[in-house]
């Protein structure tokens, strides 16, 4: 079984416009996400797919694969389906540029959920979360499972809704849903060209174009988030913890 992790890298970004190429540890962003993907034990290779001459450029600098695709994709995932398009894989693993300190280890365990639920299409991951306000976050997306553990259902509300507490109720009960993603190669490519759904387009997540087609979701459960650089201030915090540990 063959695994690729491809790295999605848009130098374009709202919040914090080229933070892909950030280099306040001597490393850029993007270099630091490739190399934590590189640790996974299950993956073969770890690509990078870019929209940008100076990504492209600065990935020859620290040798990583790295191909141009699209600058017209609407989202990652459609960028990831093109880098892929011509590539022999089993199991395409979608890692956001902008996380420095995903652990290898929840690579490897998105890879087992396909390895060992062949009928699922695609694996994510959740975690339990911290507090009752990060649940009531509506940028903090909530996953609902069956018993099987397979997503039922993706919500920037409070999912599920505790009448008794009057929405938020004991926090154990709810799951983080963490923005990794591993496809069946071919279903990648078979997604990329399914229609938009309602509820897609109503809650902005484009998984729940799976649920809605009909496809299956297979959900682990891990200890922590691995988070992700969306602002100047967590790039910040993030280039302090990394100065501290190498000290």
Request: overall charge negative; proline content about 4%; charged content about 25%.
């Amino acid at each position: 079984m063959k695994v690729v992790v491809v790295i999605p890298a848009r130098y374009g970004s709202t919040r914090f416009g080229g933070k892909v190429l950030a280099r306040d540890t001597g490393h850029y962003l993007v270099e630091h996400t490739w190399a934590q993907a590189r640790k996974a034990n299950s993956v073969d290779s770890v690509l990078i797919a870019t929209d940008s001459d100076a990504v492209l450029r600065a990935c020859r600098e620290f040798g990583a694969d790295c191909v141009m695709t699209s600058a017209d994709h609407q989202s990652g995932t459609d960028r990831i389906a093109e880098a892929v398009a011509e590539i022999k894989a089993d199991i395409v693993v979608n890692v956001q540029a902008d996380e420095p300190e995903i652990d290898p280890g929840h690579i490897d365990f998105l890879v087992s959920l396909l390895a060992e639920h062949p009928d699922a299409s695609m694996a994510t991951l959740v975690t339990h979360f911290a507090s009752a306000g990060q649940v009531a976050d509506p940028n903090v997306v909530k996953c609902i499972l069956d018993r099987s553990g397979r997503a039922i259902y993706f919500s920037r509300s409070v999912i599920p809704y505790d009448r008794a507490a009057g929405g938020v109720g004991a926090v154990e009960q709810y799951y983080r849903h963490l923005g990794i993603y591993a496809f069946r190669r071919e279903f990648l490519l078979k997604y990329t060209k399914l229609p938009q759904t309602p509820l897609e387009l109503a809650e902005k997540l484009e998984q729940l174009r799976v649920i809605e087609h009909g496809y299956s979701i297979v959900v682990g459960k891990v200890a922590h988030s691995c988070e992700g650089i969306d602002t100047p201030r967590q790039y910040d915090a993030f280039v302090k913890r990394w100065k501290e540990q190498n000290e």
